[in-house]
């Protein structure tokens, strides 16, 4: 019964502490110079054993990635709800 007990209590602190080292290794992945292939290869990797909600990742990927890329996709992101608040 205590072997059960501190074999289930073994297994909580060890997921919860893999789970502390993702969300911590989410953090500190960044695109840098990489090609955007390889970034979205080690983002999903450790993305999927993290936790954390669909749309709290695509936010960490988007400040994680190239500076110049985020500028980028800001610009386009602007244009299509400008174009889309012109069609209303």
Do not use: H, P, W
């Amino acid at each position: 019964m205590i072997e059960e007990f501190f074999g289930r209590s073994k297994e909580r602190v060890c997921r919860g502490n893999n789970e502390t080292m993702k969300v911590a290794e989410l953090n500190k992945v960044e695109q840098e110079i990489r090609m955007m292939e390889e970034f979205v290869q080690d983002f999903r990797k450790i993305a999927r054993s993290s936790k954390y909600k669909e749309e709290l990742l695509v936010e960490k990927f988007k400040r994680k990635m190239n500076r110049v890329i985020q500028r980028k996709l800001m610009k386009a992101e602007n244009r299509i709800k400008t174009n889309k608040l012109k069609r209303k």
